[in-house]
């Protein structure tokens, strides 16, 4: 197994880890990803993945408009709105 | 021992007790609040009309199948306009404005909410210990050592100790791995997972969305029957939520099952266990070869590499449903600079440290250089642990296994994450497996401490699963212990 890169490893996953915290995950991160290696030793050549267990839920419905979710229904747990709109700050200059 | 359901309705029916009566005696346990088994409790002024309307059904001798029953919520199910965490800080201030589908069932026939749930930060442990809102108390006490605060299982921590303990009929939660059988185990109620693709999973929090189900936890068979029949139907909302035709499972319950009856033993499942859980299935064993049920031992060649393809597919579904916690449309944002600052601050100081740990375990089994050899490759041998359930599902009729490998153990005992992870090596291949299974406690251990066995059937079969389940009760006979 080769080292973990954790401070890529957070990013991918969009957080920042206080550096104090940074050897504690990591540390645990390997230990975890050391347990799940034994899978290796499986052959699973002639195998296909798995998706969905049941395999024979496809349901086919009639593609009607149903009322659902006003804006201000979408909107009410917004931290910060202007008008009509999820409120950030500025992403382009 | 504690009323079931239909013994509540006789009662309302036969006016020995009002809804609004029966709806107080729980809230007033809930809100004692002595095992921090909810994180909230419902004003009893936003339950009025509900309680009134109920009441209103058995006066005029038409009450819907679970008129007037108070039941827990996971605080993992949507309510609309009643706040919904998921244990979770980054959620903790979230009022759905839709109720999930399953809630929404339980709502149509009658019943009434006393409160959500604790449970563990996102669904994610086997303790309730990583919830933002405290751990729960397991309503029992090792009776050794008296003082010890015992932890309930989890994830459904709190769903379980709340039925234990008495502040609601029933509850309902969610079993990704073990989240609703352990719990039910530790605190000695029943708990089912049924087929994955039962229950609609629409409106509850997403943890691993292919093996996330909802299910109750009661302190019957009975009363599991009468929950799943109200929440387990098709909808066109769940792509996964499968179409066959339901069964009532009330109907013909109590009576023996129509054939003879083979139950398989994994001889692999009781290497090193303790005498107490061995106690366990020899009790079973005893109780049901009185019935002329058969047993013979099983054997399965994927039972080590369960936890292993578990612990890489929930973390990767998890890193990606986990996503959508951004700090922009609902949650709790921490402020930044720029966008990317909201995320990154967000998402740091809202998620606790187990759920930063199966995010960063997800994130990484999916990323680059390692997505073949580790999230691939586990969901191979999740095809092969289910053609090892299928192999032996076409020997035997059900499977009989401990729930859990050990008791309830005390708060904080467990530090080290892969320890706490193998509490649910029972419960998970079925999971893996998408196998219905059912826990029901099955005696105490030596420290007086509850115990479960877990019965699993074969897929959609839950009717017979509940058939045999009501029948084991019946004979190990714990709840007139």
């Known amino acids: 197994m080769s080292d973990i890169d954790i401070k890529r490893i957070s990013y991918l996953a969009k957080l920042k880890l206080p550096s104090e915290k940074e050897e504690f995950y990591s540390n645990s991160l390997k230990d975890i990803i050391k347990w799940v290696d034994n899978l290796k030793k499986v052959d699973t050549k002639k195998i296909e993945p798995l998706h969905n267990v049941t395999e024979k839920t496809v349901s086919i419905r009639n593609d009607e408009v149903i009322k659902s979710n006003s804006v201000d229904d979408v909107l009410s747990n917004a931290p910060e709105r202007a008008q009509n709109f999820f409120k950030v700050p500025k992403v382009v200059e | ?481």
């Open chain 2, 1 to 481: 021992m504690k009323n079931s359901i239909s013994q509540i309705k006789k009662a309302l029916i036969e006016k020995k007790i009002s809804v609004s009566e029966l709806y107080d005696e729980y809230l007033v346990k809930a809100k004692s609040g002595n095992n921090n088994s909810f994180n909230l409790v419902i004003d009893r002024e936003n339950n009025i009309s509900s309680i009134k309307d109920s009441q209103n059904r058995y006066d005029n001798g038409n009450p819907l199948p679970l008129d007037g029953i108070p039941l827990g919520i996971k605080d993992l199910f949507c309510t609309k306009g009643i706040r919904t965490t998921a244990s979770s800080k980054i959620l903790s201030n979230f009022i759905p404005n839709y109720e999930s589908f399953v809630t929404q069932q339980l709502l149509n026939d009658g019943s009434i909410f006393i409160g959500k749930n604790n449970c563990d930060e996102f669904a994610m442990g086997s303790s309730n210990e990583t919830s933002y809102f405290g751990p729960v108390i397991n309503p029992w006490k090792n009776k050794n050592s008296q003082k010890d605060n015992l932890v309930p299982g989890g994830s459904s921590g709190g769903s379980a100790a709340a039925v234990a303990e008495g502040s609601c009929v029933a509850s309902i939660g969610t079993d990704t791995g073990g989240s609703i059988r352990q719990p039910a185990s530790l605190c000695g109620i029943v708990g089912l997972k049924p087929t994955f693709g039962s229950c609609s999973r629409w409106g509850i929090v997403a943890f691993a969305s292919s093996l996330d189900q909802a299910g109750p936890l009661t302190n019957c068979v009975e009363d599991a029957a009468y929950i799943l029949n109200s929440v387990n139907k098709h909808d066109f909302n769940d792509s996964t939520s499968s179409n066959h035709q339901r069964e009532d499972y009330l109907i013909d319950m109590n009576n023996s099952l129509e054939k003879k009856v083979k139950i398989g033993i994994p001889s692999d499942y009781l290497e090193d266990v303790s005498d107490d859980i061995l106690n366990q299935i020899d009790n079973t064993k005893k109780a049901l070869s009185k019935h002329g049920i058969e047993f013979v031992d099983v054997e399965f060649k994927t039972t080590e590499y369960a936890l292993s393809t578990y612990y890489i597919l929930a973390p990767a579904e998890a890193s990606s449903n986990l996503a959508r916690y951004d700090g922009v449309r609902y949650g709790v944002r921490e402020d930044g600079e720029s966008l990317d600052d909201i995320y990154l601050n967000s998402r740091t100081k809202g998620f606790g440290d187990e759920v930063t740990r199966r995010i960063l375990i997800g994130a990484y089994v999916l990323s680059a250089g390692y997505y073949d050899a580790y999230y691939r490759q586990a969901q191979k041998v999740r095809r092969l642990i289910k053609n090892d359930f299928q192999r032996i599902l076409n020997e035997v009729d059900f499977i009989l296994t401990p729930t859990t490998p050990n008791e309830a153990f005390k708060i904080g005992d467990k530090l080290d994450p892969i320890s706490m992870y193998k509490n649910d090596i029972y419960t998970v291949p079925t999971s893996l497996a998408g196998l219905p299974g059912i826990s029901i406690p099955s005696g105490l251990s030596k420290n007086g401490l509850p115990l479960g066995v877990q019965f699993i059937g074969n897929y959609f079969e839950e009717k017979t699963l509940l058939q045999l389940a009501a029948l084991a009760e019946k004979e190990l006979s714990f709840n007139e212990q």
